[in-house]
């Protein structure tokens, strides 16, 4: 699992990003915490998980490369949406892997 060096944090999840960042590298459940990632196919510009999925078997041995973390569903929409549109002003396209690249993350 490796994490943006300029990570996206949702507004509530910005009071205890610490703490969920420290939480999920524990592999400690957390309701209600969302992480974004780096889609695993290219079909997608982004993957949306809820955080207590990050304790299973696959995901550990997964190659997470988180981009943001949000307090609920709706805020990590809202998370996604800066993502992209930041994606977009910097590449002029969508494509969240080409703004993300390996020195980005750590």
Request: net charge positive; aromatic share 14%; proline share 2%.
């Amino acid at each position: 699992m490796e994490w943006y060096k300029d990570l996206y944090v949702g507004e509530l999840a910005e009071k205890r990003k610490y703490k969920i960042i420290n939480k999920i590298e524990k592999h400690k459940t957390q309701i209600g915490i969302y992480v974004l990632t780096l889609p695993f196919n290219n079909e997608n510009v982004l993957d949306i998980y809820p955080s207590y999925i990050l304790n299973q078997k696959y995901y550990k041995k997964a190659d997470l490369k988180i981009m943001g973390i949000a307090c609920g569903y709706d805020e990590a929409l809202e998370v996604m949406e800066r993502i992209i549109m930041d994606c977009y002003h910097i590449t002029n396209q969508f494509k969240i892997t080409k703004m993300a690249s390996k020195e980005s993350f750590r």
